[in-house]
């Protein structure tokens, strides 16, 4: 039962406490609707508090529709409900269509947690989209972090997100919508191969479960949890390396670090200059390493976003252009 299984993974990763209020982030989709339902469910149980937050991206001409939808069913189950609404193809023209609708997307949700003070920001992710994002990382070349996938529980900014349904596939879902009779809103670009998400989703997919593996997205979701609890271990050693907050690291002690906590030390050490590490590649990562152990003192290494690393004699020093 959906319900069972949602219960089992809240209580095995910590994700809800008594008292917490929530934001639910729903689209109108499929999955943000039965996450509603079944948090709703469970309100009494968890003495929590749910507040419903729909972000209108303005995308389609009849994206209104999911914001009356989701208005509706708001007030059907007595939930307080805000929206908002983001004209992202104009915000697009600076960046990528994806990205931007998403960081738009927490930036709303982070906004709303803020003005009600809510302690947690739910969102819809399944295990299928765990599958995908695995598969599409693998195919791009990610590290440890990205292979991790989609984790039940992470901290944005000061804001906690979690992802009650990360372990239901997409089929459960769209049974328990119809066993309550619930046409949630489908979005038809899903449909079509026009993103790279939905190539893996239509195409890839279905041709590794019926080809090579049937339980591929179970194989690919557990790959996930086990390399996110391996990074996590990771993460705390090169913490504790990186204790210093200046923008230094001293080049000896990198030497004699392990590679794996070398490579996060050193992608620490961007994110506290940049405010993140997108965009940063392998390849960045491998010609800092050169930088450290081949190249002449006072050579400079640029990364993107205006990130520039200068090797000087004892240390290497980090700043933004």
Request: net charge positive; glycine share 4%.
């Amino acid at each position: 039962m959906i319900l069972d299984k949602v219960k089992k993974t809240i209580k095995r990763y910590n994700l809800i406490d008594k008292g917490d209020k929530i934001i639910v982030g729903v689209s109108g989709g499929p999955d943000s609707v039965a996450m509603l339902y079944l948090l709703n469910s469970l309100k009494k149980e968890l003495k929590i508090n749910l507040h419903v937050a729909h972000l209108d991206h303005m995308l389609r001409n009849n994206s209104y529709k999911d914001r009356e939808f989701v208005e509706r069913l708001a007030r059907k189950l007595k939930i307080p409900f805000t929206t908002a609404n983001i004209n992202i193809k104009e915000l697009a023209k600076a960046g990528s269509l994806e990205e931007i609708a998403r960081n738009a997307r927490l930036g709303f949700l982070f906004k709303v947690a803020q003005d009600i003070k809510a302690d947690k920001i739910a969102l819809g992710h399944n295990l299928d989209d765990q599958a995908e994002t695995v598969l599409m990382r693998i195919i791009r070349g990610a590290g440890l972090y990205g292979l991790s996938g989609i984790l039940p529980k992470r901290n944005i900014a000061g804001y906690e997100i979690i992802r009650p349904l990360i372990e239901v596939k997409r089929r459960e879902i769209e049974a328990f919508l119809n066993r309550k009779k619930v046409r949630p809103r489908i979005d038809s670009s899903n449909l079509e191969d026009i993103y790279f998400r939905n190539k893996i989703r239509n195409r890839l997919l279905p041709l590794l479960e019926k080809e090579y593996n049937k339980n591929i997205k179970e194989v690919l979701s557990n790959m996930a949890q086990s390399l996110g609890y391996d990074y996590d271990y990771l993460m705390g050693a090169a913490k504790r390396t990186l204790k210093s907050s200046k923008p230094k690291l001293n080049i000896n002690r990198l030497i004699k670090l392990h590679p794996a906590i070398r490579r996060l030390v050193l992608r620490m050490s961007i994110a506290r200059v940049k405010g993140d590490t997108r965009r940063l590649a392998f390849a960045h990562i491998k010609e800092l390493e050169d930088l450290i152990f081949n190249r002449p003192v006072n050579s400079i290494v640029d990364l993107p976003k205006g990130v520039s690393v200068v090797k000087k004699k004892k240390y290497l020093s980090f700043y933004l252009k």
